[in-house]
């Protein structure tokens, strides 16, 4: 059976430019870059090449990256130290959205028990913030603002640009999970206004365990992880030599083949959505324009998202539901509750996302494959019958 993956939200197949990369640095520059010999020193100079070749994938200066272990510890690492740079100047509130990614949520309840005062902003029902509810967070107590570039969930992309200006006016520090972004829009950290961004390998084609931080030049990192002086002082442990190469190999074909590759989701994606709209009582999740190109996300009334994932699996196909189950309860998605999809309506969701290998079979397969595993399921859901039989009513 054909396996078609559609969970490159979730993470990529690596580029066989990146595997290529990443073998050839273990078998021959397996140095430790502090070593001062040769070998070392091939290492090293790995090392700065991938910065360069990072840096400029964001147009950021080379010193501005710190390489990280991946996506989670840039986002932890970037709102602890704009915590800690505020705090020194007695700024200690915080804001957010409800739709981060919870390795920026979860970073900000460890603070708020530490004393920050916190502000989650909402979004609207498409998932998009609100410029002026940005604006009227910021006091002068704030140290940081945090919004996601785009959801990893739903394939919303925020008014960063807009974002960033407010807080530069404000003189706040910002920062920005585009762990779902870079490598497939374009991102440019100067026009942007970013001031920390957070970002991983294995969303664009690299290897998994591997990311990077930027920050600013002139913003003083708190480290997470001390120890030796890698990373400028600001990241110890010996570096990810194969990891960080793949990774810059990695994001340098995936900003060569950006335009082409959006240009090509995005019409799947569309194909898709029309598609799974012909399901009745389904619904798009996230705005219809302001999107990923490769992400597609559906509630469908009745069903339960797990079930649903089984029986794509049975048939070959990979999803996602937006509920994730953390430690074994079935909470549905922050995300979905914060677009406004009730709890049983969130409980039926299905993530679907693309790349740029995915084909038009692929998609039409899998348009069918839902019509039909949505449709079983519904035949049997006594949640289902209730709906038909007038009993609750329909949402969607
Ligand atoms: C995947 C993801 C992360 C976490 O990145 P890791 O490298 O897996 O730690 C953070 N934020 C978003 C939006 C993501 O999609």
Redesign the pocket.
């Known amino acids: 059976m054909n396996r078609i993956y559609l969970d490159n ?1 979730a993470t990529t197949k690596m580029s066989e430019k990146a595997i290529e990369t990443m073998t050839a640095c273990m078998r021959e520059s397996f140095g430790n870059p502090s070593s001062l010999y040769g070998l070392g020193q091939q290492a090293k100079d790995i090392i700065e090449e991938a910065r360069v070749a990072v840096a400029s994938a964001i147009n950021a200066s080379p010193k501005e990256i710190f390489f990280t ?5 840039a ?1 932890n690492q970037a709102i602890i130290s704009a915590a800690n740079i505020g705090r020194r100047k007695g700024k200690t509130h915080l804001v957010t959205t409800s739709i981060e ?1 919870h ?2 949520l979860h970073t900000f309840k460890k603070l708020e028990k530490e004393g920050f005062e916190i502000t989650i902003l909402p979004v609207n029902s498409n998932g998009i913030v609100d410029l002026d509810e940005v604006k009227n967070a910021i006091t002068d107590k704030t140290a940081l603002v945090s919004v ?1 570039y785009a ?2 969930e739903i394939g919303t992309i925020q008014p960063i640009r807009e974002i960033g200006a407010i807080c530069r006016e404000k003189g706040v520090l910002f920062h920005t ?1 585009a ?2 972004a870079v490598g497939h829009i374009p991102i440019d950290v100067q026009s942007d206004n970013v001031d920390l961004l ?1 970002s ?1 390998a ?2 664009f084609h690299g290897p ?1 365990g591997v ?1 990077f931080l930027y920050a600013k030049k002139g913003i003083v990192l708190t480290n997470i992880i001390e120890g030796g002086a890698q990373e400028r002082g600001k990241r110890a442990g010996t570096e990810n030599v194969p990891g960080i190469a793949a990774m810059a190999a990695a994001l340098t074909e995936s900003i060569e083949k950006m335009d082409d590759a959006a240009k090509r989701e995005t019409l799947l994606r569309d194909r898709l959505i029309k598609g799974l709209s012909q399901i009745s009582h389904s619904a798009l999740n996230g705005d219809a324009i302001r999107r990923l190109p490769g992400n597609v996300s559906f509630c469908f009334e009745g069903i339960e998202g797990e079930s649903l994932l089984l029986l794509l699996d049975d048939k070959g196909i990979c999803g996602s539901s937006g509920s994730a189950c953390t430690s074994g309860s079935l909470d549905p998605s922050h995300v979905l509750l914060a677009i406004g999809r009730v709890h049983d309506v969130a409980h039926g969701s299905l993530r679907l996302s693309l790349s740029e290998e995915t084909t038009e079979q692929e998609i039409d397969f899998a348009i069918e494959a839902v019509s039909d595993v949505v449709n079983h399921l519904r035949s049997f859901s006594p949640v289902w019958r209730d709906l038909t039989e007038g009993k609750t009513k329909f949402i969607l």
């Open positions: 939200a272990s991946g996506g989670s510890e986002d990614h390795a920026v996601m959801n990893n999970d762990v779902q957070s991983s294995h969303k998994k990311g």
